[in-house]
């Protein structure tokens, strides 16, 4: 005969065990979070440090407005389809390698062997056989 008390008390170990489970989760929620944060903060203590070095001022030039470019447009194409030919002409007289072959099957026996015994063995331990 099942009496309220049995289910008050099973009911009751639930809530607690469900309590403990999510306060230990919360606790873990909390740990990550400060860490994170505490890092955040260490790395962002350093970059001032690595970046103490004082910059040189810029001087305000007018009058030039327009940087020239390094080369010039035209020699930059020339130098740009001559390494696109290269390339081309290289990768023309590759030729794939031979795949290697596989050393044998021995291994690939011995493994499905070895698993038919060990279920052999443990049917034969549960008394399946």
Known sequence: M????????GLYITILGVT???LVLSILAVAMYGIGYLERVLIEREKPA???VPKPKEEKVEAKVEEEPLIEP???AVITAAILAYVAE???QLRPLPFKKKPSDAWRLYGVQSQIEEVENFNYEMGAW
């Open 2 to 9: 099942v009496t309220w008390e049995f289910f008050l008390e």
């Open 20 to 22: 403990v489970v999510f």
């Open 90 to 92: 290289k990768n023309a």
């Open 74 to 76: 035209k020699k930059l």
């Open 50 to 52: 690595v970046e103490a």
